[in-house]
């Protein structure tokens, strides 16, 4: 019904910047709000950045003014700009969102995850 689909992950030294996106696609009516989660290896997902479709954004303490998470609504995208990577910014990093696929139905949709990787 909904696909998300990301990219833009890699392997990124410490200190430099990678740029997400998250492209859905599929019945979508209309698209509420948006994340990126990160997973990695041993720990649990957990909520890096939000967006809602104002523009309306909360970031994990984290990731505070280093990540930037912004959205296209006529494209369907979300994007996730990442600057001064640390090594513990590595993980998998998936998108998600809150789409209604007709009037009064509502389902959330996640993507596959890309990996990011932050070494020297």
């Known amino acids: 019904q909904v696909q998300l689909v990301e990219s833009g992950g890699g392997l990124v030294q410490p200190g430099g910047s990678l740029r997400l996106s998250c492209a859905a696609s599929?019945?979508?009516?209309?698209?509420?709000?948006m994340g990126w989660y990160r997973q990695a290896p041993g720990k649990q997902r957990e909520l890096v950045a939000a967006?809602?479709?104002?523009?309306?954004?909360n970031y994990a303490d984290s990731v505070k003014g280093r990540f930037t998470i912004s959205r296209d609504n006529a494209k369907n995208t979300m994007y996730l700009q990442m600057n001064s990577l640390k090594p513990e910014d590595a993980a998998v990093y998936y998108c998600n969102a809150d789409v209604m696929i007709r009037v009064g139905v509502n389902i959330i949709a996640w993507g596959q995850g890309t990996q990011v990787t932050v070494s020297s």
């Open positions: 599929g019945s979508i009516f209309s698209i509420y709000a």
């Open positions: 967006i809602t479709s104002g523009g309306s954004t």
